[in-house]
């Protein structure tokens, strides 16, 4: 018997085709149970301020690009959302002094041009690349700045990117925020046609795909016209470029930062509840990592809310 339709976008999969008793226990799921979600290749860690929360997610970075030699290549995956830790990454290592010469830096994702075929320029005001050089990047000591061949953005025929994960470069940690769809980067849901018309894709299938260009879910285009362009839907490409599970499970470590400014209070409670009891579904993306061996969530504990009924 096929699974439900989904309650906001009938041509997808989503979390919203899953059993509602287990979409009843993530909602009941106080911050304290959620502390209790740890398991050993499961930690979850909590802050109780956004100062501190932001610079714990800078200090990533440091960490990372600190174990970086000539003979051992580092470098981190990051994130656009959230963006508030990119400035601070940069004084970091202008305060240290912290040369980044051996180190290296993954983009997790771009948009998508379908008139030209290839990612938005640059001098796009969603532009992801954009964001990374002009909060982060360019505000290093040029003295002490990551080389342009070790800066890692996806684009072009994404060959270069692609083979940038097999090089020799070990990535220590791979950041994301969580989207309303239950995303990290651009894996959203797949579209329920062709062979994925009655059942998802298995998580086999899906932890296969790697960096590619993917439309986006209905969701996805909302949440990002609401984040960054002021609720304009229109000017958010349908299409991305985004890192893929394959690459994901290359890196040694994943960290997800949910402040409560892009999902909602059930979406940050779910995947930690189906990350911890081991249950991965491709209709919710971010399950997936319950197989992955060392995945941390980061909250805000004053951003997780709740979600008993409240009339607004």
């Given at each position: ?59 990533e970075y440091i ?138 894709p298995t998580p ?49 470590k994943v960290s ?57």
């Amino acid at each position: 018997m096929p699974r439900k339709l989904s309650h906001i976008a009938p041509d997808w999969w989503d979390y919203t085709t899953l059993d509602h008793s287990l979409i009843n226990d993530a909602a009941r799921l106080t911050a304290k149970d959620l502390l209790k979600l740890s398991r050993p290749g499961f930690k979850v860690v909590m802050y109780d301020t956004l100062e501190d929360f932001y610079l714990a997610e800078a200090l990533e970075y440091i960490h990372a690009w600190k174990q970086a030699t000539a003979d051992n290549p580092v470098g981190i995956c990051g994130p656009i959302g959230p963006t508030e830790q990119l400035p601070l990454v940069a004084r970091l290592v202008n305060e240290l002094g912290l040369s980044l010469k051996h180190a290296h830096f993954w983009g997790m994702d771009e948009w998508y041009d379908e008139e030209t075929g290839h990612q938005v320029p640059v001098s796009h005001p969603l532009s992801f690349e954009k964001a990374d050089r002009e909060l982060c990047f360019n505000r290093i000591e040029k003295k002490q700045r990551i080389t342009e061949e070790g800066l890692h953005f996806p684009k072009g025929d994404l060959s270069s990117y692609i083979n940038s994960w097999t090089s020799g470069i070990r990535c220590a940690v791979m950041q994301g925020g969580q989207g309303d769809i239950k995303h990290w980067a651009f894996n959203d849901p797949l579209k329920r046609a062709g062979k994925y018309k009655n059942e998802p894709p298995t998580p086999a299938e899906y932890r296969k795909l790697g960096t590619r260009v993917v439309e986006l879910h209905p969701v996805t285009l909302a949440q990002n016209a609401r984040t960054s362009g002021g609720g304009n839907v229109t000017m958010v490409p349908k299409r991305a470029i985004t890192v893929g599970p394959k690459e994901t499970w290359i890196s040694e470590k994943v960290s997800i930062w949910q402040a409560g400014m892009h999902d909602n209070p059930l979406g940050q409670r779910l995947t930690a509840l189906m990350i911890s009891k081991g249950i991965p579904d491709s209709a919710v993306p971010m399950s997936l990592l319950a197989d992955h061996p060392n995945v941390q969530f980061n909250y805000y504990i004053g951003g997780l809310g709740s979600c008993s009924v409240e009339m607004h």
